[in-house]
């Protein structure tokens, strides 16, 4: 199994280009996450999925984006990116837990190193 | 989610035991506890869960005190790969959104 697949691993980035980085699982997991992560910090939750079609905000959404029209897919957009958005994105998925308080096993991507000059 | 407080760093040496020990006070009656190692540029990877006594698998075990106001990752004779960021995770917030920590940079000198 390929697991949780990101793409692609390294970009750069001009001030105010867009792009969007790509997330794939093959495990059938209705929750989906994306992470940024900074040098030497722990991780950031920008957006997350709960399913197919429906999504939310994490703690740091402002200048993404984010769809969900298959359960497999979920891609992350950067508009008119920043040198803020300089960062190692995480994309993550997990199975749905009927406990509600139970995270559950997260399966993480490589990431994504973004660069933005 | 309860709000965890974990060292920020800890030093040990290969063949040593290392233990973890990660605050909770203000754990939910619902809550697990879950642990996740990250290697250097790589994604954060699951350690173990547990939810109270204790719990071990072939990576590590996780005692939990029956207040379960913390708990305490357990490494068995660490070697140089076990070089990594350690994340406690207790539940969820109140968002039901799944926040990271800072995390404890865990270095092991030969």
């Known amino acids: 199994n390929a697991g949780v697949t990101q793409t692609p691993k390294f970009r750069i980035l001009k001030i105010g280009q867009s792009m969007t980085l790509q997330c794939a699982q093959d495990m059938n997991h209705n929750y989906m996450y994306w992470y940024r992560q900074d040098p030497g910090m722990g991780l950031k939750l920008i957006y997350y999925?709960?399913?197919?079609?429906?999504?939310d905000k994490g703690e740091v959404p402002n200048g993404y984006n984010v769809s969900r029209s298959t359960t497999e897919d979920f891609p992350l957009r950067l508009e008119l990116a920043a040198p803020s958005q300089t960062s190692v994105y995480f994309c993550a998925s997990s199975k749905q837990f009927l406990a509600p308080a139970n995270t559950g096993e997260l399966f993480f991507g490589e990431g994504s190193r973004l660069t933005v000059l | 989610l309860a709000k965890t407080t974990q060292p920020i760093s800890m030093d040990s040496y290969e063949g040593q035991e290392v233990n973890i020990t990660c605050s909770h006070n203000?754990?939910?009656?619902?809550?697990?506890i879950t642990w996740y190692q990250q290697f250097p540029s790589q994604g954060p990877r699951f350690i173990i869960q547990?939810?109270?006594t204790k719990v071990t698998n072939e990576v590590a075990s996780l005692f939990i005190p029956a207040d379960r106001k913390s708990s305490t990752l357990s490494l068995p004779r660490v070697s140089l790969s076990d070089t990594a960021v350690y994340y406690c995770l207790v539940g969820k917030n109140r968002d039901d959104k799944i926040i990271f920590g800072k995390g404890t940079r865990l270095h092991i000198l030969p």
């Open positions: 203000n754990i939910a009656t619902n809550d697990y």
């Open positions: 547990g939810y109270k």
């Open positions: 999925s709960v399913g197919a079609g429906i999504t």
